[in-house]
């Protein structure tokens, strides 16, 4: 008997504390934010993908230069070959071999930097958006702002993802 009255009890306690979390958290202003949608249309996303480009532009023209020679040697070696003495055949070989190599080493050097140089300016939008949803979320009196992708319902009033686009937008 004892025991049932302390199950009781300890129920009654465990759900009146739910109770009170529940009624805390709708006493709680939330908002939700899609990250990706704003940093697909804020323009320094563009702006930086521009600049990396252009920055990145002639290695990849290199790369695409020994691409095509690459080619070039291999087809004129299919096309060649009965017509070649066996030395020619490889020093062609060689030759393929040295441009495919030197392809390897520059296109690694090229992703590695290319990427690096992009998680930098990336790294600096996200800061830029983090910087306006802390202030949306300030001045609209949110204690909690949510990524959308983590919820799975939001009324579409709890977004604040174009306020965030507005404002970054206005940053430059």
């Known amino acids: 008997m004892k025991k049932l009255f302390k199950s009781i009890a300890l129920a009654t306690v465990a759900s009146g504390a739910l109770l009170s979390s529940a009624a805390m958290a709708a006493d709680q202003k939330i908002a939700v934010v899609n990250f990706q949608e704003v940093m697909g249309k804020i323009p320094q996303t563009a702006a930086v993908m521009q600049s990396l480009e252009a920055e990145f532009k002639d290695a990849k023209a290199e790369l695409t230069q020994l691409e095509k020679d690459i080619k070039y040697y291999q087809e004129k070696k299919q096309r060649d070959s009965s017509l070649m003495s066996k030395k020619e055949i490889e020093e062609l070989d060689t030759k393929i071999a040295t441009f495919y190599q030197d392809y390897q080493v520059k296109g690694k050097d090229l992703q590695q930097k290319a990427g690096a140089r992009q998680n930098e300016e990336t790294n600096k939008i996200v800061a830029l958006v983090r910087q306006a949803i802390d202030g949306i979320a300030a001045k609209g009196n949110y ?9 799975v319902f939001a009324k579409p009033e709890t977004s604040i993802t174009d306020q965030v686009v507005e404002q970054v937008s206005k940053i430059k």
């Open 143 to 151: 204690d909690l702002v949510l990524e959308q992708k983590a919820v």
